[in-house]
């Protein structure tokens, strides 16, 4: 007769009380049935770990189930004190910062432009400040950081030409205040985490996110994964070649904007978003600049479909601005003969970066509660 499968009962406590930290993250308060069917384990299993958990300062009770009577119906959830993480986007013009529960609910947040003469590092943990103060939160409630930043960030979390012994003299600066682990990533590549995740390629096993801000870049996903390259550099596509442009001249950005204005008889001081208000006044300059733009980052996504030829691109930032996705589709059209290209618009416009930083912070914070909680704590040596 074969005997049952046996392990030892820790492991199976641990495996226990993950499947239901993550369910209670997941969902939110539970009732003890509704763990049951959430995790499939079995009223006895759910007693014991909950147990445990109210042990460890790990979950709380969180109301009544209005439809359950007597002692079921009370709901358990997440202790709102075992802390948050910090989500942090930085441009070049300013910082938004959001404090968000092991859940991935956003409690508190704050942006503000960079000061003149203020350190971007002192300006970061002003605004995680003063979110921790909205909350009555202690310093060490901030358990890490997951920080996106334009620009090219290596494997390691390093920001390409940042000084200082660990490969980035922002990131250990910002830790050092922080006094937590701090996690450095691409904006746009957290832009397409987000669209990834929840947003407009939720259903897309590869897309092309092509992100308009300052300049143009894409994050790139493959078999549903985010590719960062061997060093960081996939999706800086702002610099691919086109004619007549000289090589390693930008594509798009603020002062090509200009030029495309001087050429074109117009204000070289207009920003491109100046241009998309005035062309969807009807402005013929504006059109023709915004024509332009929308005729290069077409060639931008047709190279990138050569080579990866992703399902669709997703348009985010100022690139989801509708006079621009309207000018995009209309070139892309008269290609679509010899190269078929789709285009989508971002779930989340211009916060896409935060987005994906809010919920790559929310699953670090998770994994690092998690494992500290059911971690058994080293017994004295006698």
């Known amino acids: 007769m074969s005997r049952p499968l046996a392990g030892p009962q820790g492991l199976l406590r641990t495996l226990n009380g993950r499947a239901i930290l993550e369910a209670l993250a997941r969902s939110g308060p539970q009732t003890r049935a509704e763990l049951m069917s959430t995790t499939g384990l079995s009223r006895t299993a759910v007693t014991q770990v909950l147990r445990m958990l109210e042990g460890a300062g790990a979950v709380a009770a969180a109301g009544l189930d209005r439809e359950t009577r007597g002692p079921a119906a009370g709901r358990v959830g997440l202790h709102p004190r075992l802390g948050f993480a910090a989500a942090v986007h930085v441009d070049h013009h300013a910082a938004h910062v959001a404090l968000v529960d092991a859940g991935g609910a956003v409690r508190a947040e704050h942006h503000a432009a960079f000061p003149a003469n203020e ?34 960030v290596t494997a390691d979390g390093g920001i390409r030409d940042d000084l200082g012994p660990d490969g980035g003299a922002f990131r250990a600066a910002l830790a050092a205040e ?16 987000a669209e990834l995740t929840v947003g407009a390629g939720a259903d897309l096993a590869s897309f092309a ?66 241009h998309l208000e005035s062309a969807a006044g009807g402005d013929e300059t504006s059109l ?24 669709a691109f997703i348009l985010s930032g100022t690139a989801a601005h509708p006079e621009l996705v309207a000018a995009i589709r209309r070139v892309a059209s008269e290609y679509s003969a010899q190269l078929p290209l789709r285009f989508l618009v971002s779930s989340f416009g211009p916060e896409a970066p935060l987005v994906g930083a809010v919920g790559e912070a929310a699953a670090a914070l998770r994994g690092a509660l998690f494992t500290r909680i059911l971690t058994p704590a080293a017994k004295p040596g006698r």
């Open 178 to 193: 922080l006094e937590c682990p701090v996690r450095i990533e691409n904006d746009v590549n957290l832009a397409a985490l």
């Open 288 to 311: 023709r600049i915004v024509a332009e733009v929308g005729r290069r980052i077409v060639l931008v996504a047709g190279s990138v479909s050569l080579v990866l030829d992703p399902e």
């Open 119 to 152: 350190d971007r590092v002192a300006h970061i943990i002003g605004l995680v400040e003063h979110c921790r103060r909205t909350l009555r939160a202690a310093k060490n409630a901030v358990h890490l950081a997951v920080v996106g930043v334009p620009g090219i």
């Open 209 to 274: 996110l092509l992100l308009l801000d300052d300049g143009l870049g894409a994050g790139i996903v493959i078999d549903g994964a985010l590719h960062r390259g061997f060093s960081g550099v996939a999706g800086e596509v702002m610099y691919l070649p086109q004619t007549p442009l000289p090589i390693g001249a930008p594509i798009v950005s603020d002062a090509v904007v200009g030029d495309l204005a001087l050429a074109a008889g117009g204000d070289a001081d207009m920003s491109l978003a100046e």
